[in-house]
């Protein structure tokens, strides 16, 4: 793990007001404030105007009251794309309990890998005026951007780094050394053709990026390799469509490694196997990404990258609490988490 330290200052900006959206909107303050608690009683016009006003400034409304509207909370807001998906689970644990030892409460959001649904529990989280953000990945709509720039709270962005600058912090590793990692490790096993498959990078793109760095890594080495990918959800059922067709493809299966962009798609692999007969690792070596809490117990147990889930909570909750100590303290820019190698039978 390498911890990159300069001191910085965050460029303060001019936070937009109530009374800059009703001046765009050319309403009275008074209905814009109206149109925030009930949309309804403000006229179809003046609430198209003040709703396209916001969107032009960028304008995050403040639900703390009177005298508290300029003090932050001791809340911090999580977005993570999935709350049903384990990695992100074991991060926000680990986050919402260390932050708790610093009485700070977490609001969870999750966006279902769909920015523009991304933007609006950004905008709600900080309409509350929290103490920080947390959101997962370097790259978001422009609009969500903005807003955390301009928001003037400590943003971490989590799980990923890469070529991006992130809006103020970063803790994750690099998804396409971790792809890069999965297919030295199939060819470090004498696999002579490479298979990855995937679900949903059009929308994940840290499994495209693992993708990218398996593919290229088996370019850079002289291996064939091809991608097999799926716009639905990762589940075992869909890594059993994808293992199938792989097999109606046809063609030399010799000696093949297969990729998967996470554990349950490899799992998936594993019981289409079973049920076409198929011997791993002898036929078919696999490896997943994850190392979820079945991979050492299924049956071949699944040879995997591990993500650094818990530490990635921890390292962020620490950047927030040293930030709210001290503003002007350095700290880390960027944050690499690293990952690891888990060698099992179906390798």
């Known amino acids: 793990m390498t911890d990159e330290r300069r001191p910085r200052r965050r460029r303060k900006v001019q936070v937009v007001t109530m009374t800059d959206v009703a001046k765009r909107a050319q309403v009275s303050p008074s209905t814009v404030s109206l149109y925030l608690r009930r949309p309804e009683a403000v006229s179809a016009r003046a609430g198209e105007a003040i709703q396209a006003a916001i969107a032009r400034l ?4 403040n ?3 009177g005298g508290l509207a300029a003090a932050s909370s001791r809340v ?16 926000v644990s680990a986050l919402q309990r260390e932050l708790g030892r610093a009485r700070l409460q977490t609001l969870l959001g999750h966006s279902e890998y769909d920015h523009r649904v991304e933007e609006e529990l950004v905008r709600a989280a900080l309409s509350w005026t929290p103490a920080a953000m947390v959101i997962t990945g370097l790259r978001h709509n422009a609009a969500t951007v903005r807003m955390l720039r301009s928001s ?6 989590i799980w990923e780094l890469g070529a991006e600058t992130p809006i103020d912090m970063a803790v994750g590793f690099h998804h396409e050394q971790a792809g890069a990692m999965a297919a030295r490790h199939l060819i470090a096993r004498g696999r002579k053709t490479l298979i990855y498959l995937s679900s949903r990078t059009h929308q994940d793109k840290r499994a495209a990026d693992r993708a990218a760095g398996f593919l290229a890594t088996a370019a850079e080495l002289g291996i064939p390799a091809r991608h097999i990918t799926h716009p639905g959800a990762a589940t075992a059922e869909l890594g059993g469509t994808l293992f199938s067709q792989l097999l109606a493809e046809g063609g030399d299966h010799d000696r093949i490694g297969v990729g998967c962009s996470n554990d349950w798609i490899a799992l998936g692999v594993l019981f289409e196997a079973q049920r076409r007969g198929k011997r791993i690792p002898e036929d078919y070596a696999v490896i997943g990404f994850g190392d979820l809490p079945f991979a050492g117990s299924c049956n071949p147990a699944l040879s995997t990258i591990r993500p650094p889930s818990e530490l990635i909570g921890h390292e962020t909750a620490r950047l927030i609490t040293t930030r709210l100590r001290c503003e002007n303290a350095p700290y880390a820019t960027s944050i690499d988490t690293g990952f690891s190698e888990i060698h099992r039978q179906s390798t």
């Open 63 to 65: 639900m703390i009251a």
């Open 76 to 91: 911090v807001g999580v977005i993570v794309p999935s709350v049903k998906n384990a990695f992100f689970a074991e991060t």
């Open 58 to 61: 960028d304008y995050v409304p």
């Open 152 to 157: 003037n709270v400590p943003v971490v962005q």
